[in-house]
């Protein structure tokens, strides 16, 4: 996610505050040898997907490097320069990958980090640094390494050269090795506050009011979750055929509702079932928040009359219980359940207006 180059002083990066002013430190504390206590050698970025993660980790490498060598890249060095156009020599970045070479499409949320490229990485870190004096590797989704790879840098992780700064970014702690995890600083970033996401979106996308509220309210705090959907416009219509959708099968019968079970299963994308699932959760979420008086705390502000038509026609404890279910069915096509079966179960339960008795 491209972040817009920000006024003097900051860091390109919106929230997370309290986790730059610890980076600042870090970079503060380092002594002119470049290396003290403070400043690790490893760093961990922890959080949900899209909340940031990349975004900071790429900033404090920037900082890292310029050559400045003060607490906040200053955009005008050769150095920030280089970084600023994905050249610089001294920054490596490694994302998952495809997991055979015969795979062509390489996607983040299938694809692995592979031994190859822990080679890579291990014969780049003993070089010196050909810019300034550190080196920064980037090393992202960790959650997604294969075994081969998390065993290969756990020497380097251990022992790098004085000039090396390894960051990582994953998910959870607990999908990292606890012997990679124990090597680094952990840095676990939390959601953003609906207003700082709004702010962001404004500020920084140029995102009109109305959008940026309602893209902040259905981001749950994640940032790029957020400019992903402002910059693409099928991302927009995808969540509107899926509340299209949710809309007509709640008033559907049986064989209608099945037959969209099957067309969903048959579907090869598996992030379109996802995609799905997030969208009819944050809807049933709202029309809970609607029976229980917390309007204002709904996400999906642009259908609050269809919300507020369900929270009057549908039991609270069948939306309950609905909300239980996507949460199931998430798991079960997560660890390639029957999907068909699953689907079938989400849709037969999925509650209906007037049906008291639910
Ligand atoms: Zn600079």
Known sequence: ??????????????????????LKRALNSAGSNG???????AYLFLGPAQVGKTTLARAFAMALLCTHEGETPCHTCRSCRLFAQDSHPDFRFFQPMAKSDKELVVDR?????????????IRDVALKPMEGRRKVFLIQDMQNANATFANKILK?????????VLLLTARHRAEVLPTIVS???I???????HAEVAHALQAGWQASATDADLLARLSGGRLGWAVDQLHNPSRRDERKTHLEALWRLTSADRLERLAFANALATDR????????LETW????????????????ACSNVDCQEQIGQHARTIQRTAVFAYLGTLKRIEGYLRHTVNARLALDVLMLNLPSPGKRDQ
């Open 1 to 22: 996610m491209a972040i817009p180059t920000p006024e003097a002083g900051r860091w390109p990066v919106f929230g997370h505050e309290w986790a730059i002013q610890r």
């Open 35 to 41: 290396r003290t206590a403070r400043l690790s050698h």
């Open 109 to 121: 949320q299938k694809g692995e980090l592979r031994g190859e490229q822990a080679e890579g990485l």
């Open 156 to 164: 380097t992780l251990e022992e790098p050269p004085a000039h090396a």
């Open 183 to 185: 090597r680094c600083q």
């Open 187 to 193: 840095m676990e970033l939390r959601t953003l506050e």
């Open 269 to 276: 994308d598996n992030q379109a079932r996802f995609s799905l």
């Open 281 to 296: 959760t944050s809807w049933w979420r709202d029309v809970l928040l609607t029976q229980s008086g917390s309007r204002d």
